[in-house]
């Protein structure tokens, strides 16, 4: 980068420059406090409020006791402890697949799975919209690289026709429920397009999990889809209420996992107090089935309120040009609200939006009141929908 005051002045002037919060926040129970000021928060990931359940931090204080704070070492070295096997028996269970193996994050996964799999010579169909890490996963790996549009099946049957036949492995790429538009992807669709062209298919399922399927294993679950689904991704950090990455898939997939991703070999194992949180967080899950019903119907009839289609209980509200989502996410937190403005390169150009996070600290009250805020600071009327 030979221009760096540049590229902070081009960021700046299209609205697009990021910065940390001075000081940083405080956050608790549903609540963001900033500057004095106490908002409720629409902007975790903490879908379910399992990061803050007893039950989630008795586990990870006792693991914290009797194993202390660190692994020491990877796990292919002396970081393999027993309690990272219970919680990879437990998520390859929870997942429906044979074997599952735990990365240091769901960034890390992707990266590592995809350029494990993956290289020159073989080809990659991507959605899109799909998340950065997978992006990057894909670039890291060599493989000819062909994004469809998003959802969009005649698009990826048509670039499968053109392209499979010219390369060795082929992968299929998609999340499950998109982290910035919050709909779905067609999976079943998917699956058969998979099969019709005989390629792999993998499955980020980052903001499906905890939250969809009988037992909150997600999309895949809840459709039956297990078998056909490869490489089942997904991560610990967002409704689960903690930290780290996984890939569930046959026991072969996971051994060769072992030994080629490098993003799995050459990082120190997660914390015993981290992997307790997950292991107990999984078992919430199955025993608390109200949050994530809760939470579900909520988010439907926020979407109701706000006006705009969607399948989960991520709400965008897409407002277009960036300034403006920013202007309206201050506007918002003058009254209380703690909201996201979502601008590229995150999304698409011209689709910044508010991203809603509904979750399981949220009343029909406390929703109907952001509603009837956000008609108030007056963006409504000219705010392109979804
Ligand atoms: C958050 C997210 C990840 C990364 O997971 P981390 O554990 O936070 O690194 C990967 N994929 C998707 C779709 C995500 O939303």
């Excluded at 005051?5 to 990021?18: A, M, Q, T, V």
């Excluded at 996964?109 to 950065?132: M, P, T, W, Y």
Aim: glycine share 10%.
């Amino acid at each position: 980068m030979d221009d760096i005051d540049g590229f902070l002045r081009k960021r700046e002037e299209e609205g697009l420059l990021r910065g940390l919060k001075p000081g940083g926040l405080r956050r608790q129970g549903g609540t963001v406090w900033f500057g004095g000021r106490a908002c409720v928060d629409f902007s975790s990931n903490d879908y379910l409020g399992l990061s803050s359940h007893p039950r989630v931090i008795a586990a990870a204080k006792q693991a914290l006791e009797e194993y202390g704070a660190s692994s020491s070492a990877s796990r292919l070295l002396s970081g393999d402890l027993e309690i990272h096997h219970r919680l990879e028996g437990k998520t390859a269970a929870f997942k429906g697949k044979e074997a599952a193996l735990v990365f240091n994050s769901g960034y890390q996964a992707n990266v590592g799975i995809i350029s494990a799999l993956c290289g020159k010579g073989d080809c990659i169909f991507s959605d899109r919209l799909n998340h950065a890490s997978l992006v990057d996963g894909i670039l890291l790996s060599g493989a000819a690289f062909f994004r469809f549009r998003h959802n969009d099946m005649e698009h990826l049957q048509a670039l499968l026709g053109k392209e499979r036949g010219k390369f060795g492995r082929a992968l299929i790429v998609t999340e499950t429920i998109f982290s910035m538009d919050g709909d779905e992807a067609p999976l079943k669709e998917i699956v058969r397009l998979k099969q019709k062209f005989g390629c792999d298919l993998m499955v980020d399922e980052a903001h499906a999990t905890g939250l969809f399927g009988d037992c909150g294993g997600g999309i895949v679950e809840r459709e039956g889809l297990e078998p056909e689904v490869d490489i089942i991704m997904g991560t610990f950090s967002k409704a689960l209420g903690g930290f780290g990455g996984y890939a569930a898939a046959s026991r072969r997939m996971i051994s060769y996992f072992i030994n080629a991703c490098r993003a799995f070999i050459y990082s120190t194992a997660l914390p015993p107090a981290v992997i307790a949180a997950n292991l107990e967080a999984i078992d919430v899950v199955r025993d608390e089935p109200l949050r994530r019903a809760q939470v579900l119907s909520h988010a439907s009839a926020f979407r109701g309120m706000l006006e705009v289609s969607g399948a989960s209980q991520i709400v965008p509200f897409v407002v277009g040009d960036a300034a403006k989502a920013v202007r309206l996410a201050e506007a918002l937190r003058e009254k209380g609200h703690w909201v996201l403005a979502v601008r590229p390169p995150t999304v698409p150009h011209a689709s910044s939006r508010l991203r809603f996070s509904v979750t399981f600290h949220h009343d029909m009250n406390t929703l109907r009141q952001v509603a009837y805020d956000l008609r108030q600071v007056g963006f409504l009327v000219d705010a392109a929908r979804v």
